[in-house]
Every structure is written in structure tokens, then in C-alpha cells.
């Protein structure tokens, strides 16, 4: 399939409704290139941080892209999204140039575009997350290095709820523990876990996909004798007894199997869970507690918190 790209050169204060108009239009998500992120001071703790490319952005205002397919209504779509934008000054917002562009982008070049942005990153004391298309050298000995590729499915390994989960993992992993991943995605936090000397990891995700892109990242790095995949809802059916337990999902998610993970996981055995977001950290941290676990540990990360919690 062909898609055009439809870029708006514009100003800070009109992204949100020209986003708005776009979503409306059909484009199921935007991209917005503003100057001022290059300014922004972020923490790089772990080095997890790279500088962003300023060729990327525009000298002044803001660049919102979004992709359309190309049929026979584009130029159609096209017009409304315009005269939608010129209608903004009726209602006192500044639109700036309001410079409008199209081109024409291949599906296989689009799915691959993004590789160019993914490069190794060290996101622990030990761990260096590393794309399967480049080249890296070890700096340190005693480094643990994890291939990806992840595909469709979520997970490059270097979001801040990943690396937390990561950072959780190496300071509970013990030699021989068996270990459950649930919502596995790109199959990182398994990968990790094998890597640390976890002797049984069983990896679970609801989404096909996932599941596909996790077995290939858990073979290429050379642990799938110990790391097996499956397609599964939560702990549904799962009646093994675990030394750990990690679950980088939503909090919404994590409430309804907290009585699960206690079911499973052994007495002094731990449970890992992250992709909570600040306003449901109390509530998570109770649904936890209730289930039998006492907080060890809470771990933050830009506006993300992960839970490291010990069975009773």
C-alpha cells in the first residue's frame, strides 16, 4: 500500500487543534517535530538518553506530520484538512506559515524508517540493548548484551517502564530461579532474566504478533532452551510455582492478577510490576499488598513507576 505523508509547518499553539483535525481526518496518529525538545534537559543516568538530531526539526514553529492512504479520495481529504486549518484564525488561533506538503511514502520503506532512531543503549549497570542490525563491541567485561528486533510488537527495551523492569530483575534474578514474564511483547524481559542466570522462563502475551516477534529476539539470543513462549491471557491456567514474577503492563491491567501472582509465586519469591503510571501507584501498591506482598521496593522513572514487591 502507498500512503502521503501530509506535513503542516505551524506554531506551538495550534498543534492541538490541527492534530485534532488530522485524527478526523483519518490519520491514526501525528508526528510533531518541535525545536524547543532539543532544549529540554533530560535525565541520562544510564546513558539511556541520546542528543537528538536538530536536522530533524524545523529552524522555527512546529512540524505535524501524518500519513493517509493514497486513494481516490485523498485530494479530497486533503482540501477539507486545508480549509479546516484556515478556519483556525476565526477562532483567534495563530497557524504561522501554514505551509502545507505532501509526499509519497512506500509501506516498505515506512515500516523500516524508524531503524535509523533505534541504536544501542545502555539502560543498566550490566545491560546494553542492541539492535539486530548493528555492529557493537562490548566496553565492559562483565556486560550483558541483548539483541532485538521488535517488529510490530511493543517494545525496544528502552522505555522507561523496560528499564526499570530490567534494573528490578538484576537485583532479584538468582541462579536457577524460574521466572515468569507476563505480557512478554518484544521478549526483552525474558531475554534478561535467561541472561541473569534464570533457569525456566515462561513468556506470555495475548497478542499474536508479540508472541511471534518474542520467540525470534529469544532465539537469536541464544536462550530459547530455557525461555518458552506462549500466547496466553495473564496467568489464565498457569499452575506453576515461580521464584519470580515481572509484568511491565498497565496498572489497570496488574489489578485484575494480583491474586494470581501470589498464587504462583513461591513464599520470599518476588513480583516485578511496572507500566504503572503515577496517579494509580497507591492504588496498585494496596491491590498488592492485599494479595499477600509486602512493597520492597518503588522505583521511578520520568513519569513511570515499577513495584518491587516480596511474598509473605
Not at 506538503?101 to 516498505?108: R, Y
Not at 504503572?276 to 509486602?294: C, P, R, S, T
Request: aromatic share 6%; proline share 4%.
Amino acid at each position: 500500500m502507498k500512503w502521503s505523508e501530509i506535513g503542516i509547518h505551524t506554531t506551538n499553539e495550534a498543534v492541538e487543534p490541527i492534530s485534532n483535525i488530522l485524527h478526523e481526518a483519518g490519520a491514526s496518529g501525528v508526528v510533531i517535530e518541535d525545536p524547543l525538545e532539543l532544549q529540554k534537559e533530560r535525565e541520562d543516568q544510564f546513558g539511556e538518553i541520546y542528543q537528538l538530531n536538530p536536522d530533524d526539526y524545523p529552524d522555527e514553529g512546529v512540524m505535524i506530520k501524518a500519513y493517509l492512504p493514497v486513494n481516490s479520495f485523498l485530494g479530497e481529504t486533503v482540501e477539507e484538512i486545508k480549509q479546516a486549518i484556515n478556519n483556525l484564525p476565526l477562532f483567534n488561533i495563530d497557524i504561522g506559515r501554514n505551509l502545507v506538503t505532501l509526499s509519497e511514502v512506500n509501506e516498505e520503506e515506512w515500516a523500516t524508517a524508524w531503524k535509523k532512531y533505534y541504536n544501542p543503549v545502555k539502560i543498566s549497570e550490566r545491560f546494553t540493548i542492541v539492535p539486530t542490525w548493528e555492529n557493537y563491541v562490548p566496553v565492559n567485561s562483565d556486560e550483558l548484551i541483548i539483541e532485538l528486533d521488535p517488529g510490530m510488537a511493543f517494545g525496544t527495551g528502552t522505555h522507561p517502564t523496560t528499564v526499570m523492569c530490567i534494573q528490578a530483575l538484576e537485583r532479584t534474578i538468582k541462579k536457577g530461579d524460574k521466572v515468569i514474564d507476563v505480557g512478554t511483547g518484544s521478549g526483552v524481559l525474558s531475554i534478561a532474566a535467561a541472561l541473569l542466570g534464570a533457569s525456566s522462563i515462561k513468556a506470555l502475551d495475548l497478542d499474536e504478533v508479540a508472541v511471534q516477534s518474542a520467540r525470534l529476539n529469544i532465539k537469536l539470543n541464544k536462550v530459547h532452551e530455557r525461555v518458552s513462549v506462549s500466547q496466553n491471557n495473564l496467568l489464565d491456567g498457569i499452575n506453576d510455582t515461580v521464584d519470580v514474577v515481572v509484568a511491565n503492563i498497565l496498572a489497570e491491567v496488574i489489578l485484575r492478577f494480583t491474586d494470581d501472582v501470589a498464587r504462583v509465586v513461591k513464599k520470599d519469591g518476588y513480583f516485578i510490576a511496572s507500566g504503572i503510571i503515577q496517579k494509580k501507584k497507591e492504588e496498585v501498591k494496596e491491590a498488592i499488598i492485599q494479595a499477600g506482598f509486602d512493597i520492597v521496593e518503588t522505583i521511578q522513572m520520568e513519569d513511570w513507576v515499577a513495584l518491587l514487591a516480596k511474598r509473605k
